[in-house]
């Protein structure tokens, strides 16, 4: 009989990582599995953002990443928390207004330690509009980024 409850509470643990990786899949920004666009997002923490590698990957919950090196992937792994982008990858600018638009991986902002990426296209500078009102654009995006995540 314990047996059997094990089972059915093991069962259950997997169903519910199985939902949350489907959620982070259909809320974060990648293509083809790959976040960033294939960017090292530990890179962005260095001062020197570059795209990463095929040769250094790793899939956190559903969402594989690209690295420089194999010290940068290694850092990811020990805090993905720390690296992953803000938003699940989107315009940040573009969350406080409740929209999913592609980024421009080479504009972006460091916030208290978060990897914040911006639209850039067109003329369109999307962190320029951000940084007149960060404060209140991002108590925005915090907001509708929880109603995409639940």
């Known amino acids: 009989m314990k047996t059997v409850l094990t089972l059915i509470v093991l069962c259950l643990c997997l169903n519910v990582v199985a939902q949350e990786n489907a959620l982070r899949?259909?809320?974060?920004?990648?293509?083809?599995?790959?976040?960033?666009?294939?960017?090292?997002?530990?890179s962005y923490h260095k001062g020197k953002p570059t795209k990463g590698t095929s040769k250094f990957t790793y899939m956190h919950k559903s969402i594989e990443y690209y690295f420089t090196t194999a010290d940068n992937m290694?850092?990811?792994k020990k805090t993905p928390?720390?690296?992953e982008p803000a938003y699940g990858g989107w315009c940040a600018y573009s969350m406080s207004?409740?929209?999913?638009?592609?980024?421009?991986?080479?504009?972006?902002?460091?916030?208290?330690?978060?990897?914040?990426?911006f639209s850039n296209f067109n003329g369109n500078n999307t962190m320029l509009r951000w940084n007149k009102d960060e404060k209140k654009f991002k108590a925005s995006a915090d907001k509708n980024w929880e109603k995409n995540m639940n």
Not at 28 to 42: C, I, L, S
Not at 103 to 115: A, E, F, S
């Open 25 to 42: 899949r259909r809320n974060f920004n990648h293509e083809n599995g790959v976040a960033m666009r294939d960017w090292d997002p530990v």
């Open 74 to 76: 290694e850092e990811f």
């Open 81 to 83: 928390a720390k690296y």
């Open 97 to 117: 207004e409740g929209k999913r638009v592609k980024i421009d991986p080479q504009t972006y902002k460091i916030i208290n330690g978060k990897l914040y990426l």
